[in-house]
């Protein structure tokens, strides 16, 4: 069950180049006119939408970010989606990868903090408040967490798709397999595969969403 999230290759090339350029082109180009049609107002609409809403408590220095955190949620959820289909690969199951998105990101926001908020950044290391003894403990926990961040970007991403995508492949094997032994069952079971499809469906949005989420929170918490 776990060869679907093998890296495959055709004629000796690997087939996650195509699977990470296939987004791009799905989605169309706003041209230099007047008039757009209805799929590029729908578009413009949802990255308003997703601006306003993800921006909406961060100052105005971190909306130059705008754009980078809204082409990674596209990106993301797009990959997420294709990966539902059958016989596709989804390279957001690959751990190296979610990690290769979230380590940039979270030291992008570490920097940033360190060079315009540097007392601001140190000052989360330590909390206000705090008994001497517990000082170095403290020092040590909160910097631990901070580096923990991008792993659990990266670890919660892969997870959730990973696993939804092996449930799905253990539920539809063992409907073929009891098919023609118990019929009702695997009606049963096909239903639930169904629902569980649905599912995995909303899992792929959500968990774009929140990789993005997290980043922007990092961002306006360094």
Not at 49 to 66: D, E, S, Y
Not at 132 to 146: A, C, D, K, V
Not at 147 to 170: D, E, S, Y
Request: glycine share 4%; net charge positive; with cysteine.
């Amino acid at each position: 069950s776990f060869d679907q999230f093998s890296i495959t290759s055709f004629l000796g090339i690997p087939l996650i180049a195509l699977a990470l350029t296939l987004p791009w082109i799905l989605y169309p180009t706003p041209q230099n006119r007047c008039m757009n049609n209805r799929l590029l107002t729908l578009q413009s609409w949802f990255i308003r939408q997703f601006t306003h809403q993800l921006f909406l408590p961060i100052n105005q220095g971190g909306h130059k970010w705008a754009l980078l955190l809204a082409s990674v949620l596209i990106f993301l959820i797009t990959l997420n989606l294709l990966g539902i289909l059958p016989y596709t690969f989804t390279p957001t199951t690959q751990l190296s990868m979610n990690m290769g998105f979230a380590i940039p990101l979270w030291l992008a926001t570490i920097l940033i903090g360190t060079r315009y908020q540097p007392t601001h950044t140190l000052a989360h290391l330590l909390p206000v408040g705090t008994p001497t003894p517990l000082i170095p403990i403290l020092i040590m926990i909160e910097t631990i967490s901070l580096f923990i961040r991008p792993i659990a970007l990266g670890v919660r991403l892969t997870a959730n798709l990973t696993a939804g995508h092996l449930l799905i492949q253990l539920i539809s094997t063992a409907a073929f397999h009891m098919f023609f032994m118990m019929p009702t069952v695997a009606t049963l079971t096909m239903i639930l595969l169904l629902l569980l499809s649905v599912l995995e469906l909303a899992v792929a949005v959500i968990q774009a969403y929140v990789f993005v989420l997290l980043v922007s929170l990092y961002l306006q918490d360094p």
